[in-house]
């Protein structure tokens, strides 16, 4: 009995546990980020209202880079806790905007131009992309570097970068690079190109349409091909959309390049049951992605002209929104020491891109219209 009450005296003297802690309360990860990406979207089309030669996406992506170098808030904020939601940003919301920008674009306006001006924009494509990315592998830029900045330079620039580095799975550093350089070579166009229009002897609808051919982003094409007049600015669009065309394929040939590396990794690893194991456990990219297949049903609705233009202009303006948000993303992830070391070389393939579809397209143009 004594026993008993020692025993039963002691579990009364033990203290009680103490009962579960509710959790903290926690802010959603992605929405810091998110919110700094709105943020930087409103300035950027603020910027672009007060000067309407700016366009609105290479604003976005400078104050994205410059966010990330402001002192005592990039280690703190860009670099911690809004680095989830820029990141989700710079894929996610780039996709949307991607298939968005398929409402841009209808076959009916494109074989309007003409099957030469259709041949001449695939021989300019072609030329730029596979003369940048050999050149760039020549160079020895690192990662993804050459395939990106071939695809921007090639197809219709930031937009196209964020598209192939999703198939591609490349390093974040090296799409916010070839990011950056694509968007200040097009932001020099805008005042390189109206300069040469007299000096090369083209007419302001040949003008057009070698702004079409030869600049990267869609706003900059605007920006460029406006300083000719109306009719100009309608055959630049026209011929800038037709190399957006050209995204899916690409995209579509760089997703099947993934699978069939991955599938050669795995056969090759096939030896160690353990690699086995780990192939048949990894991801495989889709043939065809999602987005891609959005970006062409997007296509084929407005071939069909059963939306209103109200609802193509509401569309055009939520694209461009998510656009420039995704573009701050991507420019918040450029780091500019890192930057300065390839630097010289990125640099360089920049320009000498920048002068082969330049040369290439005033050919083209030349001879086809």
């Not at 805008?190 to 051919?213: K, M, N, T």
Request: proline share 5%; with cysteine.
């Amino acid at each position: 009995m004594a026993l008993l009450g020692e025993r039963t005296g002691r579990s009364r003297n033990r203290p009680l546990p103490s009962p579960p802690a509710a959790p903290p309360r926690r802010t959603p990860r992605k929405l810091p980020g998110l919110a700094l990406a709105a943020a930087g979207v409103a300035v950027a089309w603020a910027v672009h209202h007060l000067v309407p030669g700016v366009p609105m996406l290479t604003v976005a992506v400078v104050l994205g880079i410059a966010a990330a170098h402001v002192p005592g808030v990039a280690h703190a904020f860009v670099r911690g806790s809004g680095k989830a939601g820029l990141t989700f940003a710079g894929k996610r919301l780039m996709r949307v905007g991607v298939v968005l920008l398929g409402l841009k674009l209808s076959l009916d306006d494109v074989l309007g131009l003409g099957w030469a001006s259709v041949g001449m924009v695939l021989c300019v494509v072609a030329v730029t992309f596979l003369g940048t990315w050999w050149l760039g592998r020549r160079m020895g830029l690192r990662g993804d570097q050459p395939l990106l900045i071939a695809t921007g330079y090639s197809i219709c620039g930031a937009s196209a970068i964020g598209a192939v580095s999703e198939v591609s799975e490349s390093d974040e550093r090296d799409t916010a690079t070839s990011v950056a350089l694509v968007t200040l070579c097009g932001t020099l166009a805008i005042a390189v190109l109206p300069l040469l229009q007299h000096p090369l002897g083209l007419s302001d609808a040949e003008f057009g349409r070698w702004v079409g051919a030869s600049v990267h982003d869609v706003g900059q094409v605007v920006a460029t091909a406006q300083t000719a007049g109306a009719g100009a600015l309608g055959d630049a669009v026209l011929v800038k959309l037709m190399r957006v065309a050209l995204l899916a394929p690409l995209v579509a040939a760089v997703a099947l390049s993934v699978r069939a590396r991955r599938q050669g990794r795995g056969s090759t690893e096939g030896a160690s049951g353990a690699a086995k194991a780990g192939t048949a456990g990894a991801k495989r990219p889709p043939l065809v992605p999602l987005f891609v297949v959005g970006f062409l049903a997007m296509v084929a609705l407005r071939t069909t002209g059963w939306l209103p233009g109200g609802a193509i202009d509401a569309a055009g303006t939520v694209q461009e929104l998510l656009l420039a948000a995704a573009l701050f993303g991507l420019g918040s992830a450029v780091d500019l020491p890192s930057l300065t070391r390839t630097g010289g070389r990125v640099a360089a393939l920049g320009l000498v891109s920048w002068g082969v579809i330049a040369g290439i397209s005033y050919v083209g143009v030349v001879l086809t219209y």
